[in-house]
């Protein structure tokens, strides 16, 4: 079994910043991708960034371009989330995420972390 833990959310006021981190327990297991996802009171789940680690690509929402940056490392299933210039509108719970084949989607989830941003 593989359990994602996520940790370094919190309460910060707009222009500040936080890093997320996404650590994984459980069995070992190599991915193709790992990604932030993130999801607001009364909204859907949205995709934040991923990263794929052959060729160490990164992907982002245009929202968050230019502000976030996802990194990590496949050998020890951990990814971050460096998140700068936060806005109110960034408030939401960010989730992280495992790909394990690159074909199917997402197989693992974490539990969330709360990112509140007050203006």
């Known amino acids: 079994q593989v359990q994602l833990v996520e940790s370094g959310g919190g309460l910060v006021q707009a222009g500040g910043s936080l890093r997320l981190s996404c650590a994984a327990s459980?069995?070992?297991?190599?991915?193709?991708?790992m990604g932030w996802f993130r999801q607001a009171p009364g909204k859907e789940r949205e995709f934040v960034a991923a990263?794929?680690?052959?060729?160490?690509?990164?992907y982002y929402a245009d929202s968050v371009k230019g502000r976030f940056t996802i990194s990590g490392d496949n050998a020890k299933n951990t990814a971050y989330l460096q998140m700068n210039s936060l806005k109110p509108e960034d408030t939401a719970v960010y989730y992280c995420?495992?790909?394990?084949?690159?074909?199917?989607?997402?197989?693992?989830w974490g539990q969330g972390t709360q990112v509140t941003v007050s203006s």
């Open positions: 990263i794929r680690w052959i060729g160490s690509s990164t």
């Open positions: 995420a495992a790909d394990l084949q690159g074909t199917f989607g997402y197989d693992y």
């Open positions: 459980g069995r070992t297991f190599s991915s193709y991708r």
